[in-house]
């Protein structure tokens, strides 16, 4: 069983930035490839970004520039750089690992790009 704990949403300006955390409970966290997915209102759930456990990274088109994806396997925890931020990042943001097959997911963490 693998537990994913995200955290540091909230609300920002426009323009401003944001660094989204996820813990994973699993010692062996450093082999797999983590995510960050996002999900807006009425939308569907999206890829934004994707570390390997080399620490490869790929990013959808959208972020790209303006977010970064890292890890510390020491700590378990894979992060979200989040800069210039746009009112269309609006989402629920959600962290994800794929381990023998199984999807895990995080509860997922509110960000709001608002004036």
């Known amino acids: 069983q693998v537990q994913l704990v995200e955290s540091g949403g909230g609300l920002v300006q426009p323009g401003g930035s944001l660094r989204l955390s996820c813990a994973a409970s699993?010692?062996?966290?450093?082999?797999?490839?983590m995510a960050w997915y996002r999900q807006a209102p009425g939308k569907q759930r999206e890829l934004v970004a994707r570390?390997?456990?080399?620490?490869?990274?790929n990013y959808a088109d959208v972020v790209k520039g303006r977010f970064t994806i890292s890890r510390d396997n020491a700590k378990n925890t894979v992060y979200l750089q989040m800069n210039s931020l746009k009112p269309e990042d609006t989402a629920v943001y959600y962290c994800?690992?794929?381990?023998?097959?199984?999807?895990?997911w995080g509860q997922g963490t509110q960000v709001t790009v608002s004036s």
């Open positions: 699993r010692t062996i966290f450093s082999i797999y490839p």
């Open positions: 570390i390997s456990g080399g620490g490869g990274t």
């Open positions: 994800n690992t794929e381990i023998s097959g199984l999807g895990y």
